[in-house]
């Protein structure tokens, strides 16, 4: 019975018109929105005002939570799930906005040495915790394979299956065996590019673990699509397979930009890159 009042009050928040405001914040904030094709942008819409209802949006260190900030946040994650008929990060239960980059109480993993500034996690499947500056930063800078909303979900989607392990909910297990053998070989890579010091595609973090490499290669996929599908082609493939999404083609074809952007990435290899 549940069931069907959801997918009801869904159908309605679906069919409801997007407010122009929302479209505003999508324009201005969202540097994807506009290479989206049409039904891709219905299809989003639809899922963002379902997502923003659905959600608990909590402020944290006094920021009161705006439409702007649920309209960027659930444009991001609705990103991810754009493909799929009715997902809608149903584990999630609330949002957590903290102004900026927030210290995490309690886990000094690296001794007082080190910041345990963060501006992003995923606690559980529950609750996404997120910096309202870096989100908006990084959603403006579409291209620039850095997105921590979408890499905080991506952790939420490897979670789905009950673990996470960098693979997500896949449909058999000789995928999911491809899929390990996949990024455990691209993190050997990856490994021996920063031991030889040079440039990686992506942020380093990626090779912490398999999850944080899932939730760092998801923001590349999204935002630095053609590097992605050149550098890891099969890696690209079982991605654009998972997500039903090939955003290589969304992108003009690799310009100067693109390379710009890689080379960029070396700098992360030494410098202090927030947890996320
Ligand atoms: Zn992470």
Redesign the pocket.
């Known amino acids: 019975m549940f069931g069907f009042f959801r997918r009801r009050r869904r159908a309605r928040l679906r069919a409801k018109p997007f407010p122009t405001v929302w479209r505003n914040h999508l324009e201005r904030n969202v540097g994807w929105y506009s290479v989206l094709e049409p039904a891709e942008r219905t299809k989003l819409e639809g899922d963002l005002a379902i997502f923003l209802t659905e959600k608990n949006w909590e402020g944290c260190a006094g920021l009161v939570i705006t439409d702007e900030i649920k309209v960027t946040i659930a444009a991001q994650a609705s990103l991810l799930s754009l493909a799929w008929k009715d997902f809608h990060f149903d584990a999630v239960i609330s949002i957590l906005v903290y102004p900026a980059a927030y210290r995490a109480k309690g886990r000094e993993e690296f001794g007082d040495a080190l910041p345990t500034e963060r501006v992003g996690?995923?606690f559980g499947r529950e609750t996404v915790v997120l910096s309202w500056r870096d989100s908006r930063a990084d959603a403006r800078g579409a291209r620039d394979g850095r997105n921590v909303v979408l890499?905080?979900f991506a952790?939420i989607l490897d979670m789905e299956d009950g673990l996470p392990d960098g693979v997500p909910h896949l449909n058999s297990d000789s995928l999911r065996a491809t899929w390990r053998t996949c990024i455990h070989r691209e993190i050997e890579r990856m490994q021996q590019s920063l031991l030889a010091r040079r440039g990686t595609l992506l942020d380093p973090?990626a090779v912490e673990s398999p999850?944080?490499f899932f939730?760092?290669a998801t923001e590349s996929f999204f935002e630095l699509a053609l590097d992605f599908q050149r550098e890891m082609p099969e890696f690209y493939r079982l991605m654009s397979d998972y997500y039903g999404q090939d955003p290589a083609r969304r992108w003009p074809a690799p310009g100067e930009t693109e390379s710009e952007n890689a080379a960029d990435n070396d700098q992360g290899a030494e410098g202090l890159w927030p947890?996320?």
Request: no cysteine; proline share 8%.
């Open positions: 996690e995923a890499h905080e952790h973090y999850p944080e939730a760092v947890i996320r």
